[in-house]
């Protein structure tokens, strides 16, 4: 009996992303975030299963919807460090060319969906807005294949990287690469080199702003401990 009831629900799930898919077909990235948003399950939410949503075609979409979270301040604990693992992952299949493969560690962390659908509908408006300054096919050599590609994917896992940094606590640390990814994301599905451009400059300005914390966290224990021991 159990056997079946998994088998039916395993049908319903399909059903279901097989119409998600369906409504995905869109052309605006912000009305296939919305859709993906809607379809989330109640209650908990696995990376695997907003995978299985959106489908092995739009890891670029699954990119850019991990990205909005961190558009508003949020303190959803592990979220940096499950959804960056999962961009490094899809930046990695893209530069391999291979099918995204996610650890059961990552795939199945239980995220609570009430907390992330809110912090994901604020954060869409973001996307909604970077959406109508976006053109396809403009500045078209930066969205190129071949090398040019090599390296938008080396991008996407740099941003990913960046976004996982212990820094969470401190203002715009995931917000700035989260940015980054976005544009690539954007830049990358409307092939649009001005967007792609602008996804590395926010990963350049991020590496400044991490590499200022670490400086001036440096500084202030290096100052602490002078003081305490009493020395100079």
């Not at 969906?113 to 300054?133: A, M, N, P, Q, Y």
């Not at 940015?179 to 926010?202: K, M, P, S, T, V």
Request: include cysteine; charge should be positive; proline fraction near 4%.
């Amino acid at each position: 009996m159990s056997g079946i009831q998994d088998n039916t629900g395993k049908e319903g799930n399909l059903h279901l992303c097989k119409s998600v898919q369906e409504e995905l077909r869109t052309d605006s990235l912000g009305e296939k975030l919305d859709v993906v948003v809607a379809n989330l399950p109640a209650g908990e939410v696995t990376l695997a299963e907003i995978r299985d949503l959106v489908g092995q075609d739009g890891l670029l979409i699954l990119t850019a919807f991990l990205t909005i979270v961190f558009m508003v301040p949020v303190s959803i604990p592990g979220v940096s460090t499950v959804f960056g693992a999962g961009i490094l992952l899809i930046g990695i299949s893209r530069l391999l060319g291979r099918s995204l493969w996610l650890p059961r560690w990552i795939a199945y962390r239980v995220l609570p969906v009430d907390k992330l659908r809110v912090s994901l509908k604020r954060g869409s408006v973001w996307v909604h807005r970077l959406e109508r300054v976006s053109r396809p096919h403009r500045m078209n050599k930066l969205a190129s294949t071949g090398l040019v590609e090599t390296v938008n994917n080396c991008a996407l896992i740099a941003g990913a990287v960046l976004l996982m940094a212990p820094f969470g606590l401190i203002p715009f640390s995931n917000t700035l690469p989260a940015l980054a990814l976005l544009f690539l994301a954007i830049g990358l599905l409307e092939r649009d080199g001005l967007c792609i451009l602008l996804g590395h400059l926010a990963n350049f300005v991020t590496v400044i702003y991490f590499a200022f914390l670490m400086i001036g966290g440096t500084a202030a224990i290096y100052e602490l401990w002078r003081r305490i021991t009493g020395n100079g």
